[in-house]
């Protein structure tokens, strides 16, 4: 999968330093009262080189290279479903509920995506025993994590997908074997080879 790429670890490197210097932003996500139905979300899985938009709370402080979660919240499994890269600044534009709001929002695009029903994910539970000062069960989306909790955050998410790495790898084979629809995970090509050389350091 994904053969012929090279890993460039100094490219990695820089990516890990410029990380440490954005902000983490988190997107909740309540499919029983969003415009972003749960088919609209598997559909990203597949259509993945769509760039997409969500509204932010905290636009006044979010910027363009940012990173940020997307936390599904509501009924039935609740947990991070999605990563990726803030495209835009923030901007206004017509309240998605009609309430004729101020809304703000911004372009992301995803390099991580998890289907809820498939896999496990980094559970809103451990995040509320892990930050407890966060709500991770409802509020408003779009908001930056202070900096001790993101760095709490992050590391707790790299861990997450380290140790889920090889389910990934094996459903995202069955995939390409047509064994299972492609709805299921979607892992960019400079996640994927991360996690490709943390996994051989580590055998």
């Known amino acids: 999968m994904f053969s012929g790429t090279q890993v460039n670890r100094g490219n990695i490197n820089k990516k890990i330093q410029l990380e440490e210097k954005m902000n983490t932003v988190i997107f909740k996500w309540n499919p029983a009262i969003s415009s972003y139905s749960m088919s609209d979300f598997l559909n990203s899985i597949i259509e993945t080189e769509e760039d997409a938009n969500w509204s932010v709370w905290d636009h006044s402080?979010?910027?363009?290279?940012?990173?940020?979660?997307?936390?599904?919240?509501?009924?039935?499994?609740?947990?991070?479903?999605?990563?990726?890269?803030?495209?835009?600044?923030?901007?206004?534009?017509?309240?998605?509920?009609?309430?004729?709001?101020k809304v703000f929002y911004c372009d992301y695009k995803a390099d991580v995506i998890i289907n809820p029903e498939t896999?496990?994910?980094?559970?809103?539970?451990?995040?509320?025993?892990?930050?407890?000062?966060?709500?991770?069960?409802?509020?408003?989306?779009?908001?930056?994590?202070?900096?001790?909790?993101?760095?709490?955050?992050?590391?707790?998410?790299?861990?997450?997908?380290?140790?889920?790495?090889?389910g990934f790898l094996q459903r995202m084979a069955d995939i390409e074997k047509k064994r299972f629809c492609n709805d299921q995970i979607f892992i960019c090509k400079s996640v994927f080879y991360e996690l490709v050389i943390k996994e051989t350091s580590h055998d």
């Open 61 to 101: 402080d979010i910027s363009e290279g940012d990173r940020f979660f997307m936390l599904k919240v509501g009924c039935g499994i609740n947990g991070i479903v999605a990563s990726g890269t803030i495209t835009s600044a923030p901007y206004q534009d017509s309240d998605w509920r009609g309430d004729n709001r």
């Open 119 to 166: 896999f496990d994910l980094l559970s809103s539970d451990v995040l509320k025993q892990e930050i407890p000062n966060f709500d991770w069960h409802g509020g408003h989306s779009g908001v930056i994590l202070p900096a001790t909790d993101a760095e709490r955050f992050i590391t707790l998410w790299n861990k997450y997908l380290q140790e889920n790495f090889r």
